[in-house]
């Protein structure tokens, strides 16, 4: 059964949810499932914007042969390739033998890479061109590394409705709330947009703030995303662009204390518990704790973007940083993380040492991770002589917040 709707006059939501897939790139875990949008403009041409995932092709194509009514498919736009959204485009070509693909040329050559036949049906865009479909033209924008190469954003001059490809998308599945306005996405879906962004695209931040900067130059109406809901309060475009230019400058969202820590036998968790004690007693209550072992990496990098301060307390093991930990910090570098103040605290029963191993990864592989100067060293467990440097340890953290 068909399942569309409708986003303004003449143009079509026909993708569809996904509550199956366990790991989002086969990495990341989406517990509220992920959707997949692609749009149907219907004009004096019919023209598809991106197709969606392979696993709900199945319902978008009963949703594309609805919203066409009879009517042929003239033209598919590409604006990203990634399989996530380009993997139907094949079974589009088959069914409708004389629709064209419009695309960047490094999509192009994707679709090749990828094996699919396209000979004789591409045409190639580029940042500046145009294509006119009737009442519609449709400008296109470069959007490299949004979050591949190849990535450019659709915009429509007729009705100020931007595709914006992967930017401003979020993980969850829609289930029939289309629109940002018909979710509380301040309360519900913010942290999973953040974890999709922040993990999917993180990396990429002066890339996503050239395109917000260009997209500054346009008169936004309506974002339509190739994952999550499609943006069309003036009010809701403002708020999910305050996030994206906080995620993409790496600005923490809130001052408040995220502590990560490895323990093997609980002691640096009593430590990680008596440290967020000790910091909500001093008035600082927007304390996140986490067991770097029990949480997917994902979440942990969502919430270092989010907070300003990162304490990190780790066990030392084979006298290196524990391995989980050592993860969760190479992420952190690989997605550049950046302008944090970080807090260490390290443990070992005779060598302790993941103290100074983490506080030279984040000096040589990290920028702008400043490190405040009281260091807690555990000898295996934290004891009644440890108070003193624990408070100081507290007092150095929360100057820091005072500077600021
Ligand atoms: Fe949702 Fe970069 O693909």
Same mark, same amino acid.
């Given at each position: 059964?068909?399942?569309?709707?409708?986003?303004?006059?003449?143009?079509?939501?026909? =993708? =569809?949810?996904?509550?199956?897939?366990?790991? %989002? $790139?086969?990495?990341?875990?989406?517990?509220?499932?992920?959707?997949?949008?692609?749009? /149907?403009?219907?004009?004096?041409?019919?023209?598809? !914007?991106?197709?969606?995932?392979?696993?709900?092709?199945?319902?978008?194509?009963?949703? +594309?042969?609805?919203?066409?009514?009879?009517?042929?498919?003239?033209?598919?736009? #590409?604006?990203?390739?990634?399989?996530?959204?380009?993997?139907?485009?094949?079974?589009?070509?088959?069914?409708?033998?004389?629709?064209?693909?419009?695309?960047?040329?490094?999509?192009?050559?994707?679709?090749?890479?990828?094996? !699919?036949?396209?000979?004789?049906?591409?045409?190639? /865009?580029?940042?500046?061109?145009?294509?006119?479909?009737?009442?519609?033209?449709?400008? !296109?924008?470069?959007?490299?590394?949004?979050?591949?190469?190849?990535?450019?954003?659709?915009?429509?001059?007729?009705?100020?409705?931007?595709?914006?490809?992967?930017? %401003?998308?979020?993980?969850?599945?829609?289930?029939?709330?289309?629109?940002?306005?018909?979710?509380?996405?301040?309360?519900?879906?913010?942290?999973?947009?953040?974890?999709?962004?922040?993990?999917?695209?993180?990396?990429?931040? &002066?890339? /996503?703030?050239?395109?917000?900067?260009?997209?500054?130059?346009?008169?936004?109406?309506?974002?339509? &995303?190739?994952?999550?809901?499609?943006?069309?309060?003036?009010?809701?475009?403002?708020?999910?662009?305050?996030?994206?230019?906080?995620?993409?400058?790496?600005? &923490? $969202?809130?001052?408040?204390?995220?502590?990560?820590?490895?323990?093997?036998? =609980?002691?640096?968790?009593?430590?990680?518990?008596? +440290?967020?004690?000790?910091?909500?007693?001093?008035?600082?209550?927007?304390?996140?704790?986490?067991?770097?072992?029990?949480?997917?990496?994902?979440?942990?990098?969502?919430?270092?973007?989010?907070?300003?301060?990162?304490? !990190?307390?780790?066990?030392?093991?084979?006298?290196? #940083?524990?391995?989980?930990?050592?993860?969760?910090?190479?992420?952190?570098?690989?997605?550049?993380?950046?302008?944090? #103040?970080?807090?260490?605290?390290?443990? =070992?029963?005779?060598? &302790?040492?993941?103290?100074?191993?983490?506080?030279?990864? +984040?000096?040589?592989?990290?920028?702008?991770?400043?490190? #405040?100067?009281? $260091?807690?060293?555990?000898?295996?467990?934290?004891?009644?002589?440890?108070?003193?440097?624990?408070?100081?340890?507290?007092?150095?953290?929360?100057?820091?917040?005072?500077?600021?």
């Amino acid at each position: 059964m068909y399942n569309v709707r409708k986003i303004v006059d003449d143009l079509y939501w026909v =993708g =569809g949810s996904d509550h199956r897939l366990e790991l %989002f $790139e086969n990495i990341h875990p989406i517990p509220d499932g992920v959707s997949y949008n692609a749009y /149907v403009l219907l004009d004096e041409k019919t023209v598809l !914007f991106d197709t969606v995932d392979w696993s709900i092709c199945r319902q978008f194509l009963e949703n +594309l042969e609805h919203v066409l009514n009879g009517r042929d498919l003239d033209y598919v736009i #590409i604006n990203h390739m990634e399989p996530d959204h380009a993997a139907s485009m094949e079974e589009v070509l088959l069914r409708y033998p004389n629709a064209k693909v419009i695309s960047t040329e490094k999509s192009i050559m994707m679709m090749y890479q990828f094996g !699919f036949n396209v000979e004789g049906r591409t045409e190639t /865009v580029a940042e500046g061109d145009s294509r006119c479909f009737g009442k519609h033209t449709i400008a !296109f924008v470069d959007a490299q590394m949004v979050h591949w190469p190849e990535a450019m954003v659709s915009y429509d001059t007729s009705n100020g409705v931007l595709f914006s490809a992967d930017a %401003f998308g979020s993980f969850k599945a829609l289930d029939g709330k289309l629109f940002a306005d018909e979710v509380n996405f301040d309360r519900d879906w913010i942290d999973e947009a953040r974890r999709y962004l922040t993990n999917i695209v993180g990396k990429y931040g &002066p890339e /996503v703030m050239h395109l917000i900067k260009k997209a500054g130059t346009l008169d936004i109406k309506v974002i339509c &995303p190739l994952h999550g809901p499609v943006w069309r309060k003036p009010e809701d475009i403002q708020y999910i662009l305050g996030k994206y230019i906080k995620w993409a400058t790496y600005e &923490p $969202e809130e001052k408040g204390v995220l502590i990560v820590y490895a323990s093997m036998y =609980g002691n640096t968790e009593s430590a990680a518990q008596v +440290l967020a004690t000790k910091l909500v007693e001093k008035g600082m209550t927007n304390v996140r704790v986490y067991d770097v072992s029990k949480t997917h990496v994902s979440y942990l990098v969502s919430e270092a973007f989010k907070y300003s301060h990162i304490v !990190f307390a780790s066990v030392t093991y084979n006298l290196q #940083i524990y391995p989980v930990m050592k993860e969760f910090l190479e992420h952190l570098a690989m997605l550049n993380l950046q302008n944090r #103040i970080c807090g260490i605290i390290e443990n =070992g029963s005779w060598a &302790p040492q993941s103290g100074s191993l983490i506080r030279e990864f +984040l000096d040589d592989e990290m920028k702008q991770m400043s490190i #405040i100067n009281s $260091e807690l060293s555990i000898i295996s467990s934290l004891q009644e002589k440890d108070q003193r440097d624990m408070d100081l340890f507290v007092d150095s953290l929360l100057d820091t917040m005072n500077e600021e």
